[in-house]
């Protein structure tokens, strides 16, 4: 079993690196999920997010953690860069394996990918985290958060919970 990570990064210069460590340590404190793979897709950053990612690629440290890092020709988008990612990660990849999308921004902590994959284990096809309400969310997020679940509990006929 593999654990596909896959993330878009645009201008995340200064926090890729935290990024990179953030998801290595999830995998060395999880060895039962396999060995690990963190895909970052450069959504074409001006700002050398690519070049610090790939200064990351000899530092692994980890036996069962494999970083690649790829650079689109342009900024087309954080879902055109997350399609890339997962492309490239399905062609490695081998019935059972899991694939994880997060922002490498680290609004996605890596740290709760082990409950998404435990899901995963007790025999759920997708998993979907949502966010818990806060208080620093504003009322007119949270109106069209609430909206978007809505409009696709009604096309999809799935409930997130």
């Not at 079993?1 to 404190?29: K, L, N, P």
């Not at 036996?63 to 689109?72: G, T």
């Not at 740290?111 to 504003?138: F, K, N």
């Amino acid at each position: 079993m593999r654990t596909h990570i896959i993330s878009a990064a645009y201008c995340e210069r200064e926090g890729i690196t935290s990024f990179i460590e953030a998801v290595r340590d999830v995998a060395v404190a999880s060895p039962q999920y396999g060995e690990w793979i963190l895909t970052i897709v450069d959504d074409g950053s001006p700002d050398k997010t690519f070049e610090t990612a790939v200064g990351q690629l000899n530092r692994s440290g980890a036996p069962h953690f494999r970083l690649r890092v790829m650079a689109l020709s342009r900024n087309f988008g954080q879902q055109a860069a997350i399609q890339a990612g997962l492309e490239a990660a399905h062609t490695q990849s081998s019935p059972g394996d899991a694939f994880v999308v997060l922002d490498s921004d680290l609004q996605h902590p890596p740290g709760l990918i082990p409950q998404l994959l435990a899901q995963l284990e007790r025999g759920a096809d997708h998993v979907q985290m949502i966010r818990q309400d806060s208080v620093r969310v504003s009322r007119w997020k949270r109106m069209t958060s609430d909206a978007f679940y809505a409009v696709f509990r009604r096309l999809s006929g799935l409930e997130l919970h």
